[in-house]
């Protein structure tokens, strides 16, 4: 049962003095005392109401998260009965699922990744050195000889010559000269395309030219066309 609310606390200052209109015979100081003490009994006033309006908003949010909350946990209950009645394990759940919620949960999954994706500053966050690490580790040999010639080592043989395998040093040489060559590819610079028509003295002119063309392509293509043709003949 929701407990009653609290009344609004009274400032004992607000019951004394509470003749607001000054003598008639009082001085100016003294009028602009009774002045100022009704701007703070004002004051008071207010900030006591905005305290008991939180107070009652806090309170119904409150009440409103308990509900949801059991709404949830009533949901779950539910969903547990039903996987142990039909003996589903809990990690295949999702096989219950409609088509249409296995979209839904899909999409919400492709938003989250898209919304992770590294962006400008960001992209050295690490979420994408997580996925480098993951892309590098992936390239590595997984089993054989070299996993079995790793557990035949000491571990605590140190300070001895070591000899590195020529395979580990060639893979490492092959992934740095692949690295490098990415950047290489990487600019931010708009690549020319060979053989394409020039139209333009620099990138802000073929950027201007682009808008040109999506603008009057439709009236000017086959005007251009017929006088590309004649001047050719």
Do not use: C
Not at 64 to 79: H, L, Q, S, T, Y
Not at 83 to 112: F, H, N
Not at 122 to 149: I, T, W
Not at 171 to 199: H, N, T
């Amino acid at each position: 049962e929701p407990e009653p609310e609290p009344e609004a606390a009274t400032d004992p200052r607000d019951e004394s003095d509470e003749s607001d209109e000054p003598d008639a015979d009082a001085s100016d100081a003294a009028k602009r005392l009774k002045a100022l003490r009704r701007k703070m009994r004002a004051g008071r006033r207010d900030n006591a109401q905005a305290a008991t309006v939180e107070r009652r908003r806090l309170r119904e949010d409150g009440d409103g998260a308990k509900a949801r909350r059991r709404e949830r946990d009533a949901r779950d209950e539910a969903r547990k009965a039903e996987l142990a009645k039909r003996g589903v394990p809990a990690e295949r759940a999702y096989v219950l699922d409609s088509a249409e919620t296995a979209g839904r949960r899909d999409d919400a999954k492709k938003k989250k990744e898209r919304r992770r994706a590294a962006f400008g500053w960001d992209v050295f966050n690490d979420d994408s050195k997580h996925k480098a690490y993951e892309k590098r580790v992936a390239s590595l040999p997984a089993g054989g000889a070299d996993d079995d010639a790793r557990e035949a080592e000491d571990p605590l043989a140190y300070g001895g010559a070591r000899v590195d395998d020529p395979r580990a040093v060639r893979r490492m040489a092959k992934e740095l000269e692949g690295r490098a060559q990415q950047r290489s590819k990487f600019s931010r610079r708009r690549p020319e395309v060979p053989g394409a028509d020039v139209d333009a003295i620099n990138d802000r002119n073929a950027h201007f030219n682009k808008k040109l063309k999506r603008a009057f392509d439709k009236y000017t293509v086959e005007i251009r066309q017929d006088l590309e043709r004649g001047t050719a003949i």
